[in-house]
């Protein structure tokens, strides 16, 4: 269904920030505004991670300045190379240079490289791009603007927020523990293992237990071997059993005992045709209640699997009937809604690919791959036990130590030279967000959660939170072997140090002989899709009818080394936490210490006080905002049950290749604007996508009538 932009437009507002006010202000040549161009506010990006202010020489010493840090266009949720290195658009707005040409430039802190990024003039200009960990802006003033090398003297300068935290190795916390070998914790709590490439952690936090008992499948020796993932094609009317069982894996040399549907890890791939009916039955066989939320579609609300708002938990032993309407094509999945932190990063999920009427729906591919990434924290008996009474990890999430592709950590592929092999691309883990690459493989975005783009669009990486999907074509132009990595930046709170990380998934062998069909032609062509309509861009202009804070409170108090660890996180956020650089912190915070916040600013309801009523067919602007100032801030991916809405904007600045999703990253700090199509009667969540931060309470309401 297409929507009008006259269904949303709305009283002319504020825009969310000055992204769409400097291209205005430029194109019209005006002076900025006096105000602050950095303004501190509930409802705009931080100005502490979005902002730099400028300091004058004495060359200019009436000079003034800031430079906005917007995200660079990007059709994810967080603008990064394909290494993981935050990618800024700069916006300088200066006033009070005398008559001169001047020169923007950017360095690191070390100085060992310098990067032009044009010249700049009173006022507001939009000048390059930078993509690096930590640098220094300065501006000078040049003979030309056409010089390739800073020659002039300079007027203004300023660092990104990230070189606040202390460089080389300072730190201001206490002289550090010694590592501690991996082992055994005692009460039946095995400590989880340190990240060997980060500081370490802070004495006496290796005495503490989380405040909960431990919690995991037991091990009985009769449990079956988890069998791979099969596919079931299924029909219109058909009956599909899916059965929540237990199953024993062995990874990396480690048995242990797992959840699986129907014996598999991951659960099996349903393919069904658009728009046809189904019934899913639902065995429960496991040791806990459970039920199965079908992520991202559009279906009837007593059938969304939320106990206590769509249905009751399934006890063990007990069945249940989905019937699930199928009304859009794309890639879905299924995963539990009880205790989604352990029965899902056990092993509970699994894919549903609904197949549109026309076979080149998506273009022409010579074969496709669906690809299920998750990840699981392994000790040296197996998984890292859960919290029984409360969650563990509550905090930041569980990172797991040992990445998956479809259950497994080594991806095996073979193509023919030239083959375009489609990826369908899912995020089913606890909190890790990727950053998907092939060296030398052609990449096209095709798809995201719920719709096509409006354009195809040549990318280099894929950036994927958790519950996002993405549809992306790869092309294999040269034999040889080439990977599957996940590249991203994590961060050291303790030294102020980014790392590297490169993790190789899987190996793609691709061949000699050529591929048949070649689909070069056809793989070069970006295609316009017309899922959505243009018009509802326009609607970024409006008052949003809702605003969302995304924050974290206290419910009691944490250990004194935890809060010394936390400091840190005061001092910078990285947009995006990649990577779990401080595993004890992390293990031993649990659900009943924190509780993770959606905050309604104009009500002031909080989490399931919060019940927002839409009529069905309302077309809403809503804006999420990432509060910053918070104990632990970092990302959240917001997921809205049974509705799709389109992002329009990123702090402020808006997209520029729209898709329907279901499912959006919030980074640290940030704003989202969000155009929601409430389409599906009944009561829905609205929750953070985090496992462990639902558990902690991350979770309101939503009643379409």
Known sequence: MKLSFSAVRGSLGTLPALGVAAVVLLASGARPEPADPCPESDRLPSPDLYCIHLFPTDLAPEATGAVRLDPAPTPFGVSVTADGTQRYRLTFILDGLPAATYVAWATTPTFDTLIKLGPVANGVTIAGEVALNKFMLLISAERSAAVSRRQGRLVLRGSSPSTVMQPHGVNVLPPQGIAMAHHQAGDGWEMPPPYSRASPMVSGLERLRPGTDPLLPGRDSLVPPARPRETIAVTDGDTVVLTAGLVRRVIAGRAFIAYGFNGQYPGPLLEVPQRSTIVVRF???????????????????????????????????????????????????????????????????????????????????????????SDILMGERGPIAFGNGAATHALMGRFGNLLLVNGEPEYRLSAARGDVVRFYLTNASNVRTWNLSIPGARLKLIAGDASRFEREEL???????????????????????????????????????????????????????????????????????????????????????????????????????????????????????????????????????????????????????INWHFRRGTVAHIRMVNDRHTIHGMQHPIHFHGQRFLVLAQNGVPSENLAWKDTVLVPAGATVDLLVDFSNPGTWMLHCHIAEHLESGMHAMVTVD
């Open 283 to 373: 065995i429960n066989r496991l040791d806990q209640p459970s039920s199965i939320h079908w992520h991202g579609i559009r279906l009837d609300h007593r059938f969304d699997g939320v106990p206590g708002m769509s249905q009751a938990a399934v006890p063990p032993g007990d069945t249940f009937d989905y019937t699930i309407h199928l009304p859009d094509p794309g890639l879905y999945w299924y995963h539990p809604h009880v205790r989604e932190d352990m029965q899902q990063n056990l092993g509970l999920f699994g894919n549903l690919l609904v197949r549109p009427p026309d076979p080149l729906y998506y273009g022409r591919a010579n074969r496709e791959e669906t690809l299920i990434l």
């Open 459 to 609: 990318v280099d990486h894929v950036v994927l939170a958790p519950a996002e999907r993405y549809v992306v074509d790869a092309r294999f132009e040269r034999s040889g072997t080439t990977w599957l990595l996940n590249r991203v930046q994590a961060l050291d709170h303790l030294t102020g140090v980014f790392i590297a990380e490169v993790d190789t998934l899987g190996a793609i062998r691709v061949s000699g002989t050529q591929a048949r069909p070649d689909y070069a032609a056809s793989f070069r062509v970006a295609r316009q899709s017309g899922d959505v309509d243009p018009g509802l861009r326009d609607s970024l202009g409006s008052t949003p009818v809702h605003t969302l804070l995304l924050t974290l409170k206290m419910r009691d108090s944490l250990p004194y080394g935890i809060v010394q660890a936390l400091r840190l996180d005061t001092v910078f956020l990285n947009p995006v936490e990649w990577s779990g650089t401080m595993p004890m912190v992390d293990w031993l915070t649990t659900s009943d210490q924190v509780e993770w916040v959606l905050r309604d600013l104009d009500s002031g309801r909080e989490n399931m006080d």
